[in-house]
């Protein structure tokens, strides 16, 4: 299984940028609850977005809510995350993972990467 994330750069606060998360080697992906999270320099990793394999429920947490934006695309085993209206609280290393404890559903904490088995190497956003 691999996850390949790109379009991670830097930007200056208040700018967007679009990532993306490609997944091969898994059967199951339109199965799986997916999930994006985020590690800075010093911190643990926060789970910021999650959602469900149909696309039908998400979440987010707190601190993206309103800015950022997950999606999926099945048919392209890809997720995607558009992140508007940066802050330099987001700068980060932005990884995605399957969830590989849940079938066709996500999690009931689905931001807590315990039930994440699968990541990426992720991808780094610097806001200035």
């Known amino acids: 299984v691999q996850l390949v994330e790109s379009g991670g750069g830097s930007v200056q606060a208040g700018g967007s940028l679009r990532l993306s998360c490609v997944a091969s080697?898994?059967?199951?992906?339109?199965?799986?609850?997916m999930g994006w999270f985020r590690q800075a320099p010093g911190k643990q990793r926060e789970g910021i977005a999650s959602?469900?394999?149909?696309?039908?429920?998400?979440c987010y947490a707190d601190s993206v809510k309103g800015r950022f934006t997950i999606s999926r695309d099945n048919a392209k085993n890809t997720l995607y995350l558009q992140m508007d209206n940066l802050k330099p609280e987001d700068t980060a290393m932005y990884s995605c993972a399957i969830d590989t404890r849940n079938y066709n559903r996500c999690s009931s904490s689905p931001l807590n990467q315990v039930a994440y088995r699968y990541w990426g190497r992720g991808t780094q956003v610097t806001v200035s």
């Open positions: 959602i469900r394999p149909g696309g039908e429920s998400i």
């Open positions: 080697g898994y059967t199951y992906y339109s199965h799986r609850c």
